[in-house]
């Protein structure tokens, strides 16, 4: 048996008000009133069962980056965030900036968003949590340095290795920060890991590049239950996700993956998600995709509510669900 998710999207509770994203994201009036109308709005559109998010504030991936350099941008007219490299002349400077220590608290974006929450709790008058992204190595690594750091993988790989384990250990640091200023022990039983360009790089490289970086993190946490989740890989990539004791894989977007291959090479509970392609493509389309992650043994299929979506898409993905087996969550 699986179970099927319906959940709302942060960015989608914006657009059940017709409020712009970079409104949402830039001011905590338009943020407090998404998870309070908009949360009351899609609950009417879209039915109690779908689950909402806690009231925070919106998810930017890449306040860590951040801390290192990388300068947060934010589109003129709407849409999501975005950062842009920091200026490094070479992987030698940019060693030397993430080994150098960083006072997480003193950063501008990590006060901002504290200071974010704070003005959300006044207005909702509830606890409001700062969230404080932060991605895997490689997507800091690159977002950081800039795309030229895949050639540096082939042309200077020590250097590279040692970027990659000031940065991993500049992501523990910053996790351990955000989880005391939440109030939670450092370590945790389990852990989850957002790392999609390391997708970008051929599996004959993530012995070294990718895994152990990986490995160092989990470890850090104590983490039993290991959870990952990275787009885009290939079919070649599947089997060595089997060697670092994952629990559970999103694959998230993945065009170059079937379920059957992921049926053929891993041997841990895997997620399959409807994407805003399949239901663009039509309810046989949609109905097929939720088939063969079935026949082919995904743990849970799932479907986020955002822009474009809806409530004839919510209620054919319930009602096939349910027809496949499923249960929900």
């Known amino acids: 048996m699986f179970r099927y998710y319906v959940g709302m999207a942060h960015e989608g509770l914006a657009w059940v008000l017709g409020e712009r994203f970079k409104d949402m994201y830039l001011s905590p009036e338009v943020a407090a009133r998404c998870y ?25 991936s890449y306040i860590h980056l951040t801390a290192l350099g990388a300068v947060l941008q934010f589109p003129q007219e709407d ?28 950063c501008e974006w990590v006060k901002d968003r504290l ?11 509830c ?3 700062a969230h404080l992204g932060v991605e895997g190595p490689i997507t800091t690594a690159v977002l950081l340095y800039g795309m030229e750091l895949y050639a540096k993988l082939i ?26 200023l939440e109030g939670l022990p450092e370590r945790s039983s389990s852990h989850g890991i957002c790392d999609d360009l390391s997708s970008l790089i051929g599996p004959r490289l993530w012995g070294e590049f990718v895994l152990p970086f990986w490995d160092r ?14 787009e885009n890989l290939s079919e070649d990539h599947l089997p060595l996700l089997n060697t670092i004791g994952l629990s559970e894989f999103d694959p998230s977007h993945a065009p170059k993956l079937h379920p059957s291959m ?4 891993l041997k841990m509970p895997w997620r399959w998600r409807v994407q805003h392609v399949h239901l663009n493509e039509g309810f046989d389309r949609v109905r097929k995709v939720m088939e063969e992650a079935v026949e082919n043994g995904a743990s849970v299929l799932s479907l986020y509510i955002a822009d474009g979506i809806s409530p004839e898409h919510v209620r054919f993905f319930v009602r096939t669900a349910e027809e496949l087996g499923g249960k929900a969550i």
Do not use: W
Not at 115 to 125: Q, T
Not at 224 to 230: D, F, G, I, V
């Open 36 to 60: 309070s109308e908009g949360v009351k709005v899609a609950r009417e559109r879209y039915g109690d069962f779908v689950h909402m998010p806690s009231p925070m504030t919106p998810p930017i």
């Open 127 to 129: 606890r409001v949590r």
């Open 262 to 265: 992921l049926k053929r090479h």
């Open 217 to 230: 993190i989990y470890d850090a946490f104590g983490a039993q239950r290991r959870y990952l989740h990275c």
């Open 155 to 180: 042309e200077e790989p020590e250097k590279c290795k040692r970027l990659l384990k000031a940065i991993t250990d500049s992501i523990i640091g910053f996790i351990k920060f955000t989880r005391r």
């Open 79 to 106: 849409g999501e965030p975005n950062v842009r490299p920091a200026r490094f002349s070479s992987l030698d400077e940019a060693i030397e900036a993430v080994e150098r220590p960083v006072n997480f608290a003193d």
């Open 115 to 125: 200071e974010f929450a704070r003005r959300m709790e006044g207005i909702l008058g």
